[in-house]
């Protein structure tokens, strides 16, 4: 990355975004130098600056919720640019996954969006799966064990291909959404991580 193409303002400072690699969410916003930059790309770990103690803030140092880079993306302007990592721990110190976890009424809005609705029921089907809550359908295909899972998804897959020959949206999208979510089901119970999934079709894209 050439640090001189970057337009700081005139503190030496410029707006940094920081998402999750594999969700896209907005985990928080900050500031960085041209030397915290430089350390960010050194160590491999978000470096910010930060304003209140005007000194180089590695993300982690002191909580060990560090943030592993994965990528630098730049705006079209040059003057903000996006850090894409992999989280060690919540960015917020509130303990918060985000720092963007409340709406304009500072109200707290846990309800997930689309583009990370994947992943948050996979977490959820894990936590299903440690903590077994009575009455929950995911804790009772735990129970019944691997294989009544994959049967499940032989089914579920099964509906959705008559679903397509069919050609009707309502009941594809419908036999699709059943598919997913019993595969993520069978994903948890095999041990394989939404990520795994995600890389190996980063390697497909051509």
């Known amino acids: ?52 103690r005007n000194a180089l803030w590695k993300k982690g140092e002191t909580s060990g919720n560090y943030q592993k880079i994965m990528d630098i993306k730049v705006d079209c302007d040059e003057d903000s640019i996006i850090y894409l990592v992999v989280e060690e721990g919540p960015a917020c110190h509130t303990g918060e996954e985000s720092c963007f976890y409340r709406n304009l009424n500072l109200e707290k809005d846990s309800k997930p969006v689309p583009f990370e609705i994947l992943h948050k029921l996979y977490e959820k089907i894990q936590e299903r799966k440690e903590t077994m809550p009575e ?49 993520l089901i069978a994903l948890v119970d095999a041990g394989v991580k939404l990520s795994d999934i995600e890389e190996e079709l980063l390697k497909r894209y051509k």
Do not use: C, W
């Open 135 to 183: 009455g929950s359908y995911v804790a009772s295909l735990f129970k019944k064990g691997s294989d009544k899972i994959i049967q499940k998804v032989g089914e579920e897959a099964v509906e959705a291909v008559i679903a397509l020959k069919n050609k009707n949206k309502d009941e594809i999208v419908y036999e699709t959404s059943d598919l997913l979510f019993h595969l």
């Open 1 to 52: 990355m050439n640090l001189d193409n970057l337009k700081f303002n005139h503190d030496g400072l410029i707006p940094v975004v920081t998402q999750n690699y594999y969700t896209g969410k907005v985990l928080m916003q900050a500031y960085a130098n041209k030397e915290a930059i430089e350390e960010t790309l050194k160590s491999g770990y978000a470096t910010y600056f930060s304003r209140s």
